[in-house]
């Protein structure tokens, strides 16, 4: 791969017409996570994606340092923040979408088929009676082809399940923040075996996203550094995914991107924090609620995943 397919995301400041937003990353070292806040130069109207509540599984300790970050861009450049969106419900790191809400307003949206996803991992946490399967923890659920704006900038919502069955991707003007459905061209595609995941879907999921114009900016949600690279990048482009994805470029089948991708997640381990990931993104960011000597536990299935 080439410098050229890798466009490192810093601040992108918008150019002429009303289908390219301002959009600034932020890159959390200790979950290879990118937070965006995606705004309309024009009126200043903004969404932020896929924050990032800081967690030490060790110790139980909570932090918002990464949270404070945002807040403090936002409030630097007075922008207006209505959305707080997340592609899925994520199993690498905790949303802090509920303080970036207290602090800065918006509304936590997420894709409407996470009542799957509530459903099986509420099972797993027997998560009780108090926790509402039905998405109702976020304040907007989004359809696939759902249609929003932020500020003047046309917004789509793609349903593109197969890492899990919740993920969707936002087409944000000429800027698409796909998720966790693909990772740079040259790290390729995400796992599919997760409860709910499915490879066959992943693919076509890809091939959507692919099918969008060339020039169209794909925004990562993660980077893991493959081998052969120095420096953490996460935004790319159609054409350049459509050439080089290691997974999914042009001419692999579906056929051989199954095969592929299931041998793959068989060699896998589990995600570091997928455990107290879950239990908090599927309340939208919420923590569970306390118990009666006032403490907020999070649970470990033993043998249960």
Not at 14 to 41: C, E, L, M
Not at 273 to 284: D, E, H, T
Request: aromatic share 8%.
């Amino acid at each position: 791969m080439t410098d050229s397919t890798l466009i490192h995301a810093t601040e992108q400041i918008a150019q002429t017409g009303q289908n390219r937003p301002v959009i600034k990353s932020f890159f959390d070292h200790p979950t290879n996570t990118v937070t965006y806040v995606v705004h309309d130069a024009e009126t200043k109207c903004t969404a932020i994606i896929d924050s990032v509540f800081d967690f030490d599984p060790a110790s139980g300790r909570t932090a918002l340092d990464s949270a404070d970050e945002v807040i403090a861009y936002v409030t630097a450049k007075d922008l207006t923040v209505e959305w707080l969106l997340e592609t899925h419900a994520h199993a690498d790191h905790l949303s802090a979408a509920p303080y970036l809400q207290e602090k800065l307003g918006g509304k936590i949206a997420i894709g409407e088929h996470i009542v799957t996803v509530q459903n099986v991992f509420g099972k797993l946490f027997n998560a009780g009676t108090e926790f509402q399967r039905n998405g109702s923890d976020f304040d907007h659920l989004f359809a696939d082809g759902d249609r929003f704006q932020i500020g003047n900038i046309d917004v789509t919502v793609m349903h593109v399940p197969g890492h899990t069955p919740a993920c969707i991707a936002y087409v944000i003007g000429d800027a698409v923040f796909v998720g966790d459905t693909m990772f740079m061209p040259d790290y390729g595609s995400a796992r599919a075996d997760f409860p709910g995941g499915d490879a066959r879907q992943l693919y076509r999921s890809m091939r959507r996203i692919l099918s969008l114009p060339d020039n169209s900016r794909l925004f990562m949600c993660h980077d893991y550094l493959p081998a052969g690279r120095t420096e953490y990048v996460w935004e790319t482009t159609v054409v350049a995914e459509r050439q080089n994805n290691i997974h999914a470029h042009d001419g692999i089948s579906e056929d051989d991107f199954v095969a592929m991708r299931t041998a793959r997640d068989k060699t896998l381990d589990m995600p570091r924090l997928i455990l107290p990931s879950i239990q908090v993104n599927m309340r939208a960011g919420h923590l569970p609620p306390p118990e009666d000597n006032g403490v907020r536990y999070l649970k470990i299935p033993l043998n249960g995943v």
